[in-house]
């Protein structure tokens, strides 16, 4: 089971463990698949060049479900994630390293829930920051 | 007043511009082991729960639980759904999915944002969710990056079980027609 982190041991400012994935046009075919978009830019080149890109993009969802993985992995199996908010203002292609980061905002208790604020992005290779975003996760207390 | 953004033609019409705040008829979509297993293979989950249902069960779920942003699989039907984004897709309805009513207008769609609220995140397989889509904003500007127009919607898919609200999906998309040159 992964490990768990407890509300009390969170600060503001606190780094998530990052997560880089390389993802193939085979993943980008797996992802059209388990969310039903079949929108040929994301797997079909020469359709994509013919938009105006130089490439098949990366799904603008998939790169919400990495953030969500990077926030749920690290919040951990009795957390509960509220919120995932992402804007995709950069286009990632397939074939390069894209690594999601976050970073502890705020923390505070709320309606007997302990929530912590996250700011979460996207990095391309060149460190650009191609989808920020934020998040919200309520956290257990230590027992 | 000077301006420095070329003139073009609007596609945006009244009659569109009058869709705000429309609802699309419901959608079924099924929560289903298979689709949780295919959704945490494609993001890349290694955790067992996602694929295990006895692993599942020990740690507390009813069944496997869908992972973040994992909303069940639009119920295809081939004669009503969108072939290629597969939710129901009624010619004669305004709004039917969080791409239309953008995808009649622009030929090219991007993604822009994606807000996933949970009201009750305990969704697990076995689960039949009903999704119901409201166009929250419509507009369109001119594109230096695109050369040409671009049309920018918003839509917010509120997906309920036994009639309780679970999620709010809340997608911009961007919708725009290539221009020779660019």
């Known amino acids: 089971m992964p490990d768990q982190i407890y509300f009390e041991d969170v600060g503001e400012g606190d780094l998530l463990p990052e997560i880089t994935e390389r993802p193939t046009t085979t ?31 990366v799904h603008g ?12 992995s690290w919040a951990g199996p009795q957390a509960t994630v509220k919120r995932i908010a992402c804007s995709f203002r950069g286009q990632d292609y397939p074939n390069q390293d894209l690594t999601v980061k976050g970073r502890v905002t705020g923390t ?21 920051k191609t989808t920020p975003g934020s998040a919200l996760v309520a956290l257990p207390s230590r027992p | 007043m ?8 609007p596609s945006l019409t009244d009659e569109i511009l009058t869709l705000v705040g429309v609802e699309s008829a419901p959608c079924t979509h099924e929560v289903t082991r298979p689709g949780i297993r295919a959704f945490a293979r494609a993001a890349g989950y290694r955790d067992r ?27 295809y039907d081939p004669e009503q759904s969108d072939y290629l984004l597969s939710w129901p897709l009624d010619p004669n309805a305004p709004v039917n999915h969080p791409f239309s009513p953008v995808q ?27 999704s119901r889509t409201k166009l929250e904003d419509i507009r369109e500007r001119y594109s230096k990056a695109l050369n040409g127009p671009m049309v920018i919607q918003t839509t917010a898919t509120t997906f309920k079980r036994d009639d309780a609200p679970v999620a709010v999906y809340r997608f911009t998309l961007i919708g725009y027609t290539p221009v020779e040159g660019t």
């Open chain 1, 108 to 128: 505070r208790s709320e309606n007997g829930e302990n929530l912590v604020e996250l700011e979460i992005w996207s990095e391309n290779e060149s460190g650009e």
């Open chain 2, 104 to 130: 009649s207008i622009h030929t090219e769609l991007l993604a822009g944002s994606l807000d996933l609220e949970y009201i009750d995140p305990d969704i697990c397989a076995g689960d039949v969710l009903i």
């Open chain 1, 27 to 57: 993943q980008l075919v797996h992802w059209a698949a388990a969310v039903g978009d079949f929108y040929p830019v994301h797997y079909d080149k020469d359709f994509a060049v013919g938009t105006g890109v130089p490439a098949v993009l």
């Open chain 1, 61 to 72: 969802p998939f790169k919400h479900a990495l953030l969500s993985r990077l926030v749920s």
């Open chain 2, 49 to 75: 729960v996602y694929y295990h249902a006895d692993e599942a069960k020990r740690r507390g779920y009813r069944d496997l639980p869908a992972p973040p942003g994992h909303l069940g699989f639009p119920a």
């Open chain 2, 2 to 9: 000077a301006t420095d953004t070329p003139a073009f033609e």
